[in-house]
C-alpha cells in the first residue's frame, strides 16, 4: 500500500506522521519526499477499518492538505522507467557500482555474452570490456565523463563512460557508472540517418507485389552500405531509378550521382569521359574533369555494363584493384572516392560464361546486388503504376487525369509487358494524347501482341510425330520469348537448363532480331 501526502513545508511534519503510523505498528517499508515537498510512504496492505481510520487521523495533522493513494513510490517509477529504457536499447549497456561490479546490463549485452543473468551480475566490468582501466577512472578524485575505444567479444566499440552522481547537501557523491558501447556499424548507420533527406527516396517506387517489396527492402539495407552494387533486369524494368534511391538514400547522398552509358560510346570516347584528360592533351587550351572526379564523395553509375568493351574493362579492373587512376595525357595519380553501381539488362554471369565480360571484373563489381523484377511477376503494382503515369502524362499535357476503364485495367494486368514499365508508359502516352473522352479504354492501348492461340493439330497433318512436335516447340518458344529475352529466364519457366534452352533458340533461329516484341 503507497500513500501521497500532500503538505506544506513544516519542521517536524514528517515525524508526526512517522509518529500515526507507529501507534498502528506498522512496518515502513520506505519514505519518500519529492521536490515539491510532497511525502511518499510504502508499506504492508492494513484492514479496511484501520485504514479508514489512518487516513483521518493523517488529514487532522497540521499543515496537511490532502491524502490518497499513490500506485507506486516516484522512485519506483523512475527505476523501471531507467530498466526499461536500458534492456530495450540496441547498444550494449551496463550499470556498476563504485567498485566496478556490474548491477544492471541489457540484453544486447545478455545475448553479447551469452551468459545467464546470475552469471553475469557481479561479475567486474574489466572482465568483460577491455581496452580501458574502469578501476582507475572509478578511483579518482574527480570523475568526468569521457569517450574511449574499447574492445567487448573481442571486437570494436566506443564507450561512453557516464558517472552517476547522488547530491548530498552541497556536494555529490559517486554511485557508480553507466557504459554505453556503440559499435562501428551503429554508428555509420547513425551517420546515415542524420545526413539523410527527410524525404524518403524510395518513395517513387509502386510496391504492392511482395516482388517489388522485397527488393526496395534489400534496397533500402544495401543504401547503407558502401559497397558495389550490381543490379540487373530487363530493360524497362527500373534500374537507374533505382540505382538512384540508393544514392539519395545513402551517406554518399550530398555528392553527385553521375552516369556513364556503356552501350552509347566508342573506348577513346569513353576513356576521356571517365577520367578526363589534362590541359594540353589533344591540343586542348583546357583540360576536363573525368567522372570519377565528378563522383568524388559520390555514386558513379556505370549503365548497361555489359556492353562495356573489353579495353575500358581492362582499365576499369585495374582502376577498382588499386583505387587510383590519372588522366589522360597526365602521370599524376589520383585516388578514387565514389561508390560504383552498375545495371545491365543482360545476365553477367552468362556473359561470363560466354567470354564476353571478364570473370574478375564480375567479381569486383558484384559485390552487393539487386535483380529487378519484369513487370509481369509484379501484376499487383501495374494499375498503381499506370495511374502514376497517367498523372504525370496529364500534369505535363495540361488535360484532367482520366481513368481506366475495367476492360482497360483487366487488358493491362494480363499482358506480358516485354518492353516492361517503359512500354507501360508509351503505350499510356499514346492513348491519353489521343483520348476523346475521360476514360481510357481497353481499344485505346497499342501494343504488340504478344499471345498467340495454340492450335490443335489436324488428325490429318502431314510429316511425322518428330516434325509436329519441333514444330510446335518452335512455335512456343517464338510465343514465349518476347516475354522472357534472357536464356537463363526461359530455361526457368520451361523447367529446363540453360544450355538446353539456348541450344533449341539456336536450332529454331530465334532471337531479339527474328522476333517481334
Not at 88 to 115: C, H, K, M, Y
Request: one cysteine or more; hydrophobic letters at 35%.
Amino acid at each position: 500500500m503507497r500513500l501521497q501526502i500532500e503538505c506544506e513545508d513544516r519542521l517536524g511534519i514528517t515525524q508526526d506522521v512517522l509518529d500515526i503510523l507507529s501507534d498502528y505498528h506498522i512496518d515502513l517499508r520506505g519514505i519518500e519526499i519529492d521536490a515539491t515537498g510532497k511525502i511518499f510512504l510504502d508499506f504492508p496492505t492494513i484492514e479496511f477499518t484501520d485504514f479508514q481510520v489512518l487516513m483521518q487521523r493523517l488529514r487532522r495533522i497540521v499543515g496537511i492538505a490532502d491524502v490518497k493513494t499513490t500506485p507506486f513510490m516516484p522512485i519506483q517509477r523512475e527505476r523501471n522507467q531507467l530498466r526499461a529504457l536500458i534492456k530495450t536499447l540496441p547498444d550494449p549497456v551496463f550499470s556498476i557500482d563504485t567498485q566496478g561490479r556490474i548491477i544492471l546490463f541489457n540484453n544486447a549485452v545478455r545475448s553479447g555474452l551469452e551468459l545467464p543473468d546470475e552469471d553475469i551480475i557481479n561479475l567486474h566490468i574489466d572482465d568483460v570490456v577491455e581496452g580501458f582501466n574502469f578501476t582507475k577512472w572509478l578511483e579518482g578524485k574527480e570523475i568526468y565523463a569521457q569517450t574511449h575505444r574499447v574492445k567487448f567479444i573481442e571486437q570494436d566499440y566506443i564507450a561512453d563512460l557516464l558517472p552517476v552522481d547522488v547530491p548530498d547537501s552541497d556536494k555529490t557523491i559517486l554511485a557508480g557508472a553507466v557504459i554505453m558501447l556503440k559499435s562501428e556499424v551503429r554508428l555509420g548507420q547513425q551517420m546515415t540517418v542524420f545526413h539523410r533527406s527527410s524525404t524518403n527516396s524510395f518513395d517513387g517506387f509502386d510496391t504492392q507485389s511482395s516482388a517489388m517489396k522485397k527488393v526496395i527492402r534489400e534496397a533500402k539495407r544495401m543504401s547503407e552500405l558502401d559497397g558495389n552494387i550490381l543490379i540487373t533486369g530487363e530493360t524497362g524494368t527500373g534500374k537507374e531509378q533505382i540505382a538512384k534511391a540508393c544514392h539519395d538514400n545513402s551517406r554518399r547522398s550530398m555528392g553527385e550521382f553521375v552516369t556513364l552509358n556503356c552501350a552509347s560510346l566508342p573506348d577513346d570516347v569513353a576513356e576521356t569521359e571517365l577520367f578526363g584528360y589534362a590541359k594540353g592533351a589533344f591540343g586542348q587550351q583546357e583540360g576536363k574533369m573525368g567522372l570519377f572526379e565528378q563522383a568524388s564523395g559520390g555514386t558513379l553509375l556505370f549503365d548497361e555494363v555489359s556492353e562495356m568493351s573489353d579495353q575500358l574493362q581492362a582499365k576499369l579492373l585495374r582502376v577498382l584493384e588499386y583505387g587510383t587512376y590519372h588522366q589522360v595525357g597526365d602521370s599524376r595519380v589520383k585516388s578514387i572516392d565514389c561508390r560504383i553501381i552498375c545495371t545491365s539488362a543482360r545476365d553477367l554471369a552468362d556473359c561470363v560464361g560466354e567470354g564476353l565480360f571478364r570473370e574478375d571484373l564480375y567479381y569486383r563489381l558484384n559485390v552487393l546486388s539487386l535483380v529487378m523484377p519484369p513487370l509481369r511477376e509484379r501484376k499487383a503494382d501495374i494499375v498503381s503504376l499506370a495511374n502514376r503515369i497517367l498523372l504525370n502524362h496529364s500534369k505535363k499535357l495540361g488535360i484532367q487525369v482520366p481513368k481506366l476503364s475495367k476492360s482497360c485495367v483487366e487488358y493491362l494486368q494480363g499482358y506480358p509487358w516485354p518492353g516492361n514499365i517503359r512500354q507501360l508508359k508509351n503505350a499510356l502516352y499514346r492513348a491519353i494524347s489521343l483520348a476523346e473522352g475521360r476514360e481510357i479504354t481497353k481499344e485505346a492501348i497499342q501494343v504488340p501482341s504478344c499471345t498467340a492461340t495454340v492450335t490443335y493439330i489436324d488428325e490429318n497433318f502431314d510429316g511425322t510425330l518428330e516434325q509436329e512436335v519441333k514444330k510446335f516447340e518452335r512455335d512456343m518458344l517464338k510465343r514465349l520469348y518476347p516475354s522472357y529475352p534472357s536464356t537463363r529466364q526461359l530455361a526457368r519457366k520451361l523447367g529446363l537448363s540453360h544450355t538446353a534452352i539456348a541450344n533449341k533458340l539456336r536450332e529454331y533461329g530465334i532471337n531479339k532480331s527474328t522476333v517481334k516484341y
